[in-house]
């Protein structure tokens, strides 16, 4: 039995973060971090795109939009103090027709309640960024968007948190709890208070305490495909407008780190909660339990399940991809793309009543123990500021 006053489940970017925080803020407690993997940031955190995202996608009144230009800067200034790879190459977001101009002054609409810099262009000064982008007439640029290398990051802030004395437990699997002791694969834990950033197991387990009982987690894979032509890199990210009414931006170009051309993500709906691929981490009651909500969703949602499921299946061609790609850059060649990358699965919280997706960050708890149910993208960006967030509703609970 270990004893601990705080448990925090999952070794991501958000699980991390937390646990640092409340060692910063109750420097005299015991804080442990257990994640069923041999290493951190195995799943979502080491999986995404690396993007620092800017925060103009989200309305002024999400937590999403109160966190991204504040996460941004600190993760950019962590980069910089820790001497971590980023590369600062900016984004812009085009247009295909006069009829998305009103997406861009959305866009341009937001950014301005949000505080954060977006510079509307005309095309030639668009083409004066990259002069291989595709756009009509306007495009925006994002110039605080930049992008580091995930593992990175989440793997230097887990040697920070050792050095501050957290004790991560790698390897360890949480299994149940019998009021506030916790089993797991391997040890028990008595916690004063646990923390829930288990990602694509967070409803699961905020289940045993209570919680998430109108929320379930619906996994969607995330793919990219990578150019092999290393000689014409582009200058900057380059997105389409995307469609505000779902949290997915659309396939889109991303400059990796170290200059690589990748194109993605798709949003393919997932089986099982782990169907990175073939038939790895293959759970039967998963498939059954995930269908099923697929069908229901097919028949009765409000954000047009079926068709988003046929848009994306079909993207696992490489053709469809390299096509929906080339709208945004000229003189795009199918056979510079053929290497997918290292798929992703993100942890898209439903609404099981209401029959939508949640677009913004989702967190429940009690004064026993807190869950983080949704911090999809742009989590990543956020993960220091949220911490604190999520830290603040803690000790509210304790009040």
Not at 82 to 100: A, P
Not at 167 to 181: A, F, P, Q, W
């Amino acid at each position: 039995m270990i004893k601990t006053d705080f448990l925090v489940i999952g070794g991501g970017i958000i699980g991390i973060s937390i646990a640092r925080e409340l060692k910063k803020r109750f420097k005299d407690s015991r804080v442990s971090l257990i994640e069923k993997e041999v290493s951190v940031s195995l799943h979502a955190s080491g999986r995404n795109s690396g993007v620092l995202h800017a925060g103009f996608y989200y309305s002024s009144d999400s937590l999403k939009a109160r966190f991204t230009k504040l996460g941004n800067k600190r993760l950019t200034e962590y980069c910089e103090h820790n001497k971590l790879k980023i590369r600062k190459c900016g984004k812009l977001v085009v247009v295909q027709n006069e009829q998305e101009f009103e997406l861009l002054d959305e866009l341009l609409s937001r950014a301005r309640d949000n505080g954060v810099i977006l510079k509307n262009l005309s095309e030639a000064e668009a083409l004066e960024i990259e002069p291989k982008v595709k756009t009509f007439k306007r495009a925006l640029f994002s110039p605080t968007t930049s992008t580091v290398d995930p593992i990175e990051v989440t793997c230097s802030l887990a040697q920070d948190a050792v050095r501050e004395g957290i004790v991560i437990h790698t390897g360890v699997t949480y299994l149940n709890r019998i009021k506030n002791i916790i089993q797991t694969n391997s040890k028990n834990f008595e916690a004063g208070y646990l923390i829930n950033a288990a990602g694509l197991y967070a409803d699961k387990i905020a289940l045993q305490y209570g919680f998430s009982k109108q929320y379930r987690i619906l996994p969607f894979k995330g793919l990219y495909l990578y150019s092999n032509n290393q000689h014409k890199p582009l200058n900057t990210h380059i997105y389409p407008v995307p469609d505000l009414r779902n949290p997915f931006l659309g396939v889109h170009f991303t400059l990796t780190v170290d200059g690589k051309v990748k194109i993605g993500p798709t949003a393919i709906p997932a089986f099982w909660r782990e169907q990175y691929q073939g038939l790895d981490n293959f759970k039967f009651n998963e498939l059954m339990e995930i269908a099923i909500r697929q069908l229901g969703l097919i028949t009765n949602s409000n954000f047009n399940f079926k068709q988003l499921a046929i848009e994306e299946l079909r993207k696992y061609s490489k053709k469809r991809l390299v096509l929906l790609a080339s709208k945004l850059v000229k003189d795009i060649d199918c056979e510079h793309y053929k290497q997918w990358g290292k798929p992703g699965i993100r942890a898209q919280l439903v609404n099981i009543k209401q029959k939508k997706l949640e677009m913004d960050f989702v967190l429940e708890g009690d004064k026993y123990s807190m869950h983080i149910l949704n911090a999809v993208s742009p989590g990543f960006t956020c993960a220091l500021p949220f911490s604190e967030y999520v830290c603040d509703k803690i000790e509210s609970k304790f009040q």
